[in-house]
């Protein structure tokens, strides 16, 4: 192990350590926008939902654009612009009091993020080495959780649920990766890959060719219902457990389960991907699809009882950690070289899950009330496992294209 991890290139070390003091920060407040906007603005539970989904709907939109950018004129300069940019974004939520002012600041929160992330995945995939690029993955997403881990716990202590406050802390600490990101561009130029000059595709071409992969399509419609389970995690459970009667602390309770959530990833990740690894690159997604809904599932039927609530975290968490761990690998494996970037960006069309979560969750939560936790995520979690047949047969595609691609004794 300790050989792999000396292989490591020095930029993507930087990028593994950014992302953990990221979501270490953002996990001090975002996660508690709903509670926020529901507990200090008075916003109705549709109000909330649809300007928690605008991120993801910005996101959405520009997804594309980001990945196909960063390969058309280079990673660093897009990664440098959209980091500084989501800095500032910070410090509009910060300033905020009127919930126009957030629907805005998500708005952009969105755009920053669907630029900078598959820029950044791009990235890693480019200076990684091929046997190295599992490990590489698997260390930014356990940096991710890293964060989580104690990032809504000292949001809950800040008080996020009430206070823009940490907003500021999250701004100073985008600044500050951004100029480290600046210098290790400057250290590392020689080493860093040429961006795709002559073979980037063009726009229209990259479109076509991501539209009509046979393989790539259905995991996208499939991952898209996959994230619309996953979105309801910190948009429609994070409501339900401020609004709802049974739980006298609505808001402690979602951050010892975010806490709970990112403290499982760690425990599970490495025994849990070392199991999957050999396996068929779809089957992951399929029974971390499965796990998702059923651990929706168990919220809805649990009443407040602690122990299913826990055990609904620890199961959507190995479903999460089954999803999102493979998820990378997979596009890697599928996508050109020259097309990465692209694909990685239009694997973010699948945020359209995240658009949803939120508005779905906050008409049903408006329908039924709080108080009826199985008539909210009964849909929630039927919708979720729609995913699985369109995985399944992407599944099927891709072991006829890797069969007839195997070269013939």
């Known amino acids: ?24 920060v953002t996990s001090m407040s975002i996660p508690f926008l709903s509670i926020y906007l529901t507990r200090v603005l008075d916003a109705t539970p549709t109000q909330t939902g649809i300007t928690v989904a605008v991120s993801s709907l910005a996101g959405v939109m520009v997804s594309f654009y980001g990945g196909y950018i960063s390969d058309r004129i280079g990673r660093k300069i897009v990664m440098l612009i959209s980091v500084f940019s ?3 974004v910070f410090f509009i939520f910060s300033a905020a009091e009127h919930l126009w002012v957030f629907f805005v600041a998500n708005t952009l929160n969105g755009l920053c993020r669907a630029v900078f992330e598959p ?67 400057k250290l590392q130029h020689a080493n860093l890959p040429e961006r795709h000059q002559t073979t980037a595709p063009r726009l229209r071409e990259a479109l076509m060719t991501t539209g009509r992969d046979r393989v790539f399509l259905p995991v996208l419609i499939g991952t898209t219902f996959c994230v619309l389970g996953y979105g309801h995690f910190s948009s429609t459970l994070a409501q339900y457990l401020a609004r709802s009667p049974i739980f006298e602390n609505g808001s402690q309770m979602f951050s010892y389960m975010l806490s709970l959530n990112a403290v499982t990833v760690l425990i599970i990740q490495y025994p849990l991907v070392r199991t999957f690894r050999n396996f068929p690159p779809l089957v992951p997604l399929i029974v971390g699809n499965l796990l998702v809904a059923t651990s929706l599932m168990m919220v809805g039927i649990a009443e407040g009882v602690l122990i299913m609530m826990m055990m609904s975290v620890i199961l959507f968490t190995i479903g999460e950690v089954l999803l999102f761990t493979m998820m990378d690998m997979l596009i890697d494996r599928i996508a050109k070289p020259e097309w990465k970037g692209t694909y990685f960006g239009t694997i973010g069309f699948n945020n359209i899950g995240s658009v949803i979560a939120p508005v779905m969750g906050g008409v049903l939560l408006s329908q039924f009330g ?40």
Request: positive net charge; hydrophobic residues 50%.
């Open 119 to 185: 820029t950044s995945r791009a990235l890693l995939s480019d200076i990684t080495s091929p046997e190295n690029k599992l490990l590489v993955f698997n260390l930014r997403y356990a940096a991710i959780n890293l964060g989580v881990v104690f990032g809504p716990i000292i949001g809950f202590q800040l008080g996020s649920s009430e206070s823009t406050f940490p907003f500021v802390i999250s701004g100073l600490v985008y600044i500050a990766y951004g100029l480290v990101l600046f210098l290790q561009f």
């Open 1 to 24: 192990m300790k050989q792999y991890l000396r292989q490591i290139h020095p930029l993507a070390w930087t990028i593994i350590i950014g992302t953990m003091f990221g979501r270490l």
């Open 370 to 409: 709080a108080e009826n936790g199985f008539a909210v995520f009964l849909p929630i979690a039927l919708t979720t496992a729609l995913g699985v047949p369109f995985l399944l047969i992407a599944h099927r595609r891709l072991v006829v294209r890797e069969k007839q691609t195997e070269p013939t004794s």
């Open 86 to 88: 989501w800095a500032g």
